[in-house]
């Protein structure tokens, strides 16, 4: 067995390849995920939105606060290519495995498009983002309405871009008590939170599970929904 990698050949689950019992994980509240290829299954906003737990809502209120704090950036004229590119894309979060993606776990991401999209409608369908007066708080499903090719994976993306501080905390309290030390390590992830006052992404360091080389993450399961392609 490679400290690093693991068995030479991957077990289909997450509890397989670490040596977890599959209950230990559900009983945690994650989802044990496939290491062979991607799920149709999607983080769904409206789980967190809906959510009784305080810190899930809390979760939904920070994205609220980031779009919001597009929003003010649009306001003020065009924004310069370099800083939109930093501000509104996103690499796809591959390490949780899910959405579309066969035979693997590369996504296309929220590049160019996405980030053009949502800027410019940040002035018109997100014109009162935040401030609603018929519905009683703000929705993250409205960025569907942005472009033809925003889905539920797009969202999906999004919504884990943005929590992707707590699902590191929520993987590295399992790591510790549950995945071998010579399968995990600590790793330092890009993006992973977002300074407002430097209004720039910052990394942080967390212990996660290694398997190929890169970081997996755990994803409640009661955040997730399913496709029903």
Same mark, same amino acid.
């Given at each position: 067995?490679?400290?690093?990698?693991?068995?030479?050949?991957?077990?289909?689950?997450?509890?397989?390849?670490?040596?977890?019992?599959?209950?230990?994980?559900?009983?945690?509240?994650?989802?044990?995920?496939?290491?062979?290829?991607?799920?149709?299954?999607f983080?769904?906003?409206?789980l967190?939105?809906?959510?009784?737990?305080?810190?899930?809502?809390?979760?939904?209120?920070g &994205?609220? $606060?980031? +779009?919001?704090?597009?929003?003010?950036r649009? *306001?003020?004229?065009? =924004?310069? #290519?370099? %800083? @939109?590119?930093?501000?509104?894309?996103?690499?796809?979060?591959?390490?949780?495995?899910?959405?579309?993606?066969?035979?693997?776990?590369?996504?296309?991401?929220?590049?160019?498009?996405?980030?053009?999209?949502?800027?410019?409608?940040?002035?018109?369908?997100?014109?009162?983002?935040g401030?609603?007066?018929?519905?009683k708080?703000?929705?993250?499903?409205?960025?569907?309405l942005?472009?033809a090719?925003?889905?539920?994976?797009?969202?999906?993306?999004f919504?884990?871009?943005? &929590?992707? $501080?707590? +699902?590191?905390?929520?993987?590295?309290?399992? *790591?510790?008590?549950? =995945?071998? #030390?010579? %399968? @995990?390590?600590?790793?330092?992830?890009?993006r992973?939170?977002?300074n407002?006052?430097?209004?720039?992404?910052?990394?942080?360091?967390?212990?996660?599970?290694?398997?190929?080389?890169?970081?997996?993450?755990?994803?409640?399961?009661?955040?997730?929904?399913?496709?029903?392609?």
């Amino acid at each position: 067995m490679s400290p690093e990698n693991g068995p030479s050949e991957p077990s289909l689950y997450f509890s397989d390849h670490f040596g977890v019992h599959r209950k230990i994980v559900e009983q945690y509240g994650a989802f044990d995920i496939s290491l062979v290829a991607d799920l149709p299954l999607f983080v769904d906003p409206f789980l967190l939105f809906a959510s009784a737990k305080p810190e899930y809502r809390k979760l939904h209120d920070g &994205i609220i $606060d980031y +779009l919001r704090f597009l929003r003010a950036r649009a *306001t003020t004229g065009d =924004v310069d #290519p370099a %800083l @939109r590119k930093a501000l509104y894309s996103f690499q796809e979060v591959k390490q949780n495995w899910f959405g579309f993606t066969r035979g693997g776990n590369r996504g296309v991401g929220l590049g160019a498009k996405f980030a053009s999209s949502l800027h410019a409608n940040l002035h018109s369908i997100f014109g009162n983002f935040g401030n609603e007066r018929i519905t009683k708080a703000s929705h993250l499903e409205k960025l569907c309405l942005i472009d033809a090719g925003v889905g539920r994976d797009r969202i999906s993306d999004f919504t884990t871009r943005l &929590i992707l $501080d707590f +699902l590191c905390k929520f993987t590295e309290r399992f *790591t510790l008590d549950h =995945v071998p #030390p010579e %399968l @995990r390590r600590e790793f330092s992830v890009p993006r992973v939170a977002f300074n407002y006052e430097v209004q720039a992404w910052v990394p942080k360091r967390f212990t996660l599970p290694i398997f190929q080389g890169d970081f997996l993450l755990l994803t409640p399961a009661d955040l997730l929904t399913k496709d029903e392609t």
